[in-house]
């Protein structure tokens, strides 16, 4: 669930943005991201392993931040994972134009991707479990057979371009492409809150999606050029993912097709991460301790009308709707959020949170100085995109 979850949407944004800055120091950007990313997300299994039954983020974040907590967990989780349900529903129907080239109409293609892939959250664990690992064995299969094709197409000098200054605006991508935590309270009931477990989880799971993202960029900048037609400037103009100049570069119409079905495992085991935990959200959210506790249909509603009628109302804002997420909801809600619910619970109520290396004020400091980095660089890319 964990690398599942975060290997999506993300991934196929990640070489678009990073060809401005080349591969040494996306890489760098990559580390930077996973280290944190993984450590705020043992802070949300640490909370989780406390609260237990009362683990969702917005019940967690009222028993640590107060009358403050609940409202503040709404607006910032609502505004991330409904973006990220856009980039889901856009970026589906994008590579569903593979499988179905008769259909080129962009909403019509969002339309079937939802009406495929939501029935399957609102069945839940029994049929998202074992299909989310068979998809995981596809993501797995195309992504080896992708490395394989897709390596002799390497141009070598390609990958030795630096441009450092421009490797901070790679950040709010990256951000969203390491985006697990949402999940982490609905996996620490399935692991009955085993907290040793749930953090190896973690921390596999993320080496693992690490290592998949660093050899994906190394191929793709690898392969395309950042300037010129159908370049990686080109994708980013474009709002494109890094998929479609492949075909253009290679002349080799199978790299294209092992990377679209790489392309769709990810992007759909991304979505029933997050749809899972959307849902749970906001079943926790309205429905404990109310005698109107809406069912499933309300849930379904809730959860996805709105972020389908924005894919649908803007079929072409993959790159941007992946910006906003990274730039400010993953930022605020899997960063800053977790570190001052950790801090407060711990140091001020004195919570049973075990004292460790992530749990340290000095680490706490250092993860909250990299959130408002993060958001800084946002702040400057999208000013600099209106001037």
Avoid at 61 to 70: N, Q
């Amino acid at each position: 669930i964990v690398a599942g979850t975060s290997i999506g949407a993300g991934m196929l944004g990640l070489p678009v943005v990073s060809g401005a800055c080349g591969f040494i120091p996306a890489l760098f950007i990559l580390l930077a991201c996973w280290a944190f990313m993984c450590a705020t997300g043992i802070l949300y299994a640490e909370l989780a392993c406390v609260y237990k039954d009362e683990a969702n983020i917005s019940t967690m974040a009222v028993r640590t931040l107060g009358p403050i907590g609940k409202p503040l967990t709404l607006v910032v989780y609502l505004f991330l994972f409904y973006t990220l349900t856009v980039v889901y529903f856009v970026g589906g129907g994008n590579i569903l134009a593979t499988w179905i080239p008769q259909c080129s109409d962009a909403k019509v293609r969002i339309i079937l991707f939802a009406l495929i892939f939501i029935p399957v959250v609102a069945i839940g664990k029994r049929v998202v479990d074992p299909l989310n690992k068979f998809l995981m064995g596809g993501l797995l299969v195309a992504y080896c057979g992708f490395v394989v094709i897709g390596t002799s197409s390497i141009v070598p000098q390609q990958l030795f371009v630096k441009q450092w200054l421009a490797a901070p605006f790679v950040l709010p991508v990256a951000f969203t492409s390491f985006a697990y935590q949402g999940t982490i309270p609905t996996l620490a009931n399935w692991m009955c809150y085993d907290v040793k477990n749930i953090r190896k989880a973690i921390i596999i799971g993320t080496a693992c999606t690490l290592l998949i993202y660093t050899i994906w960029v190394m191929l793709i900048l690898g392969i395309i050029p950042y300037s010129g037609e159908w370049g990686l400037q080109y994708a980013l103009v474009n709002g494109q993912d890094s998929i479609q100049p492949l075909e253009h570069f290679t002349g080799n119409r199978m790299v294209f097709l092992v990377g679209r079905l790489f392309a769709f495992c990810a992007i759909t085991t991304s979505f029933l991460g997050v749809g899972i935990g959307l849902v749970d959200f906001i079943r926790d959210l309205i429905g404990k301790g109310s005698r109107f506790a809406p069912n499933q249909a309300i849930l379904l509603v809730l959860s996805f009308a709105l972020p389908l009628f924005v894919a649908l109302s803007y079929p072409h804002i993959f790159l941007e709707a992946l910006g906003y997420a990274g730039g400010f909801g993953s930022a605020l809600l899997l960063g800053a959020l977790p570190i001052a619910m950790v801090y407060i619970a711990k140091y001020r109520h004195q919570a049973a949170i075990a004292t460790n290396f992530y749990t340290k004020k000095s680490v706490l400091f250092f993860l909250f100085v990299f959130v408002i980095l993060e958001i800084g660089c946002e702040c400057i890319h999208l000013l600099k995109g209106h001037l």
